[in-house]
């Protein structure tokens, strides 16, 4: 930090010299200065702890590592901003933000990369190892154990297992005793940790034991849980007063990554509001100059974990419409519980040329604003939509913000079964990076000019 500092404050001042560095030294001196300096080296410091950046990483991949620090740096380099505007610091100009996060970002992850290969090298050559013994003796005690061979480099080995039955062939296995015998192994072996792999339901108060035994002796515990066989849960532990809770999170889209979804979401919608006002103002005469009745449409529909919203939109059919839908009932085109009719007879002209370019959809910026929805997602549905669902993992759609446009938008929309629809939708969510709702942003452009599958 205290290299970036200095690196970015003389690329800030366009040249090293001396007069440069007198008066980063003449900054240094003042009192409300030191304070903000010390406040930052505090604040940076606990940054890195609370993202677990000080402990030993050896299972964990080299991307998460980056991630992780890269988290920390834009965090760290926010609390200087704010700490420079608190202190009325003058450095602190947006180009020595700039020049301070990207040094500051590249010298840890240079110095990281730099260690961790070095680690790798020095393990393979048996330096700097952990030795681990393994309790149980199930398949999924001969998998970890074959990934921690495999992976020399992370500088593991497997001293023996512990077990009151053998459930694989005592020949793969190099059995050191039963689990009434952890204490005397112990006191008599090398182990740096032990891991668990017992099934819980089963061994419950063994485990118990078995925690308190190494914890007692200040022995790395781990456990290959198989409480609850999740295939899309992230799982994560808290600590909440005297409990720790085991929290498992369905969706991709929560912490940071939710928040940075969220600024997008504020700021890019913001500005299309901005951008596409004309057009708004244009699509709301050419509402009231063909069909009497209000110029937007609002419905109730059901979003984020089933909250039910107002949601706006260009009114494209005439007064009434809703009432009449029961009797075209008959004519829906689309399976499932959803309504569609191509050339539904409740839409008057203006409302046809509305939903052939979706500028319709436009006013549900202003519901991406006040945060009911996000600019890409699954779409709402109406309520009368969502009481038709019958497969539960269909529901799950409902787990994250519903969006403007997703993968059914830029892939036919009405040419698609509610089938495949909730599938993409699934596909979307399972699979949900940022960058991929950047990539569905840029696609719906293309999919809009040329209506691909516009009602």
């Known amino acids: 930090m205290f290299a970036a500092l200095l690196s970015a404050y003389l690329l800030t001042e366009h040249q090293a010299d001396y007069v440069a560095l007198n008066k980063l030294h003449s900054l240094r001196i003042k009192v409300v200065d030191f304070i903000g300096f010390l406040s930052i080296t505090i604040l940076w410091h606990i940054t890195f702890k609370n993202l677990k950046l000080y402990r030993s990483r050896r299972l964990d991949s080299g991307r998460n590592e980056w991630r992780d620090l890269i988290k920390a740096t834009t965090i760290g380099?926010?609390?200087?901003?704010?700490?420079?505007?608190?202190?009325?610091?003058?450095?602190?100009?947006?180009?020595?933000?700039?020049?301070?996060?990207?040094?500051?970002?590249?010298?840890?992850?240079?110095?990281?990369?730099?260690?961790?290969?070095?680690?790798?090298?020095?393990?393979?050559?048996?330096?700097?190892?952990?030795?681990?013994?393994?309790?149980?003796?199930?398949?999924?005690?001969?998998?970890?154990?074959?990934?921690?061979?495999?992976?020399?480099?992370?500088?593991?080995?497997?001293?023996?297992?512990?077990?009151?039955?053998?459930?694989?062939?005592?020949?793969?296995?190099?059995?050191?005793?039963?689990?009434?015998?952890?204490?005397?192994?112990l006191?008599?072996?090398?182990?740096?940790?032990v891991v668990i792999t017992l099934p819980v339901k089963s061994y419950y108060q063994e485990i118990q034991k078995i925690i308190q035994q190494a914890e007692e002796q200040g022995i790395i515990i781990r456990h290959l849980s198989d409480i609850f066989d999740t295939k899309m849960a992230h799982p994560s532990t808290e600590q909440f007063g005297n409990f720790t809770v085991l929290t498992m999170i369905p969706s991709a889209q929560e912490g940071w990554r939710y928040i940075a979804k969220r600024a997008i979401d504020i700021a890019l919608g913001t500005a299309l509001v901005i951008v596409t006002s004309p057009l708004m103002a244009i699509a709301a005469i050419a509402i009231k100059l063909s069909a009497p009745g209000p110029v937007l449409f609002t419905q109730y529909r059901v979003g984020y974990n089933k909250r039910i919203f107002n949601l706006f939109k260009f009114r494209t059919m005439l007064v009434g419409a809703e009432e009449l839908q029961g009797?075209?009932?008959?004519?829906?085109?689309?399976?499932?519980?959803?309504?569609?009719?191509?050339?539904?007879?409740?839409?008057?002209?203006?409302?046809?040329?509305?939903?052939?370019?979706?500028?319709?959809?436009?006013?549900?910026?202003?519901?991406?604003?006040?945060?009911?929805?996000?600019?890409?997602?699954?779409?709402?549905?109406?309520?009368?939509?969502y009481n038709g669902f019958h497969k539960n993992w269909q529901r799950r759609r409902f787990s994250v913000m519903p969006g403007i446009t997703c993968t059914w938008?830029?892939?036919?929309?009405?040419?698609?079964?509610?089938?495949?629809?909730?599938?993409?939708?699934?596909?979307?969510?399972?699979?949900?990076?940022?960058?991929?709702?950047?990539?569905?942003?840029?696609?719906?452009?293309?999919?809009?000019?040329?209506r691909k599958g516009a009602a």
């Open 327 to 385: 009797e075209l009932e008959e004519q829906n085109e689309m399976d499932g519980p959803v309504f569609k009719i191509k050339d539904d007879p409740r839409i008057f002209k203006a409302g046809r040329w509305l939903r052939k370019w979706s500028v319709d959809e436009l006013p549900q910026l202003f519901n991406v604003i006040n945060g009911d929805m996000s600019l890409v997602g699954p779409r709402p549905l109406p309520v009368r939509d």
């Open 409 to 450: 938008q830029i892939s036919g929309r009405n040419n698609i079964s509610f089938e495949n629809w909730m599938k993409m939708d699934m596909e979307y969510i399972d699979n949900w990076k940022l960058s991929r709702d950047f990539k569905i942003l840029i696609k719906t452009i293309p999919a809009v000019i040329k």
């Open 187 to 193: 006191k008599s072996h090398i182990v740096d940790e």
């Open 77 to 185: 380099t926010s609390i200087i901003t704010l700490v420079g505007v608190i202190i009325k610091n003058t450095f602190t100009t947006p180009l020595f933000i700039i020049f301070f996060w990207g040094l500051s970002t590249l010298f840890i992850l240079f110095f990281r990369t730099t260690l961790r290969y070095l680690l790798k090298k020095v393990r393979i050559h048996g330096r700097n190892l952990r030795f681990v013994l393994i309790v149980g003796t199930n398949q999924r005690a001969y998998d970890y154990a074959g990934m921690l061979e495999e992976k020399k480099e992370m500088g593991y080995r497997v001293i023996g297992y512990l077990d009151e039955n053998i459930h694989l062939p005592a020949g793969e296995l190099n059995l050191i005793g039963t689990i009434k015998d952890l204490p005397s192994i």
